[in-house]
């Protein structure tokens, strides 16, 4: 296993989905800060297909993605809070927001 490339779009793309995944649980789970277990499996498996993902920096969002590497559950799970927080993100972290939409315009093409 080996951790993203230190590239500035992979951690800003982990950034973005941890961030997102908390705002969902704190307003539909329970209200707190910390996840709670659903959650903290959700964000440790986006993490992992991160670290798996071909394109890498050169990936598109996961939401724009040709390839659908996530499993049915967690694909459902993760559409759910994009649902929620994708707009919501506009207004708690704007930048990171339009960042996120620009690097949904990029063609994936896999790493060489
Ligand atoms: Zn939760």
Do not use: W
């Amino acid at each position: 296993m080996h951790p993203p490339r230190s590239s500035t779009r992979m951690e800003r793309e982990a950034r973005t989905v941890a961030l997102m995944i908390r705002r969902f649980c704190r307003d539909c789970h329970q209200g707190r800060d910390s996840l709670c277990n659903d959650c903290q499996a959700l964000l440790a498996y986006a993490h992992r297909r991160l670290r798996h993902c071909p394109f890498q920096e050169h990936k598109t969002t996961c939401g724009n993605c040709p390839r659908h590497c996530y499993a049915p559950g967690q694909r459902r799970k993760i559409q759910e809070v994009m649902r929620y927080a994708g707009p919501r993100m506009l207004l708690s972290h704007p930048l990171l927001a339009i960042a996120h939409l620009i690097d949904g315009l990029r063609k994936p093409r896999p790493k060489r």
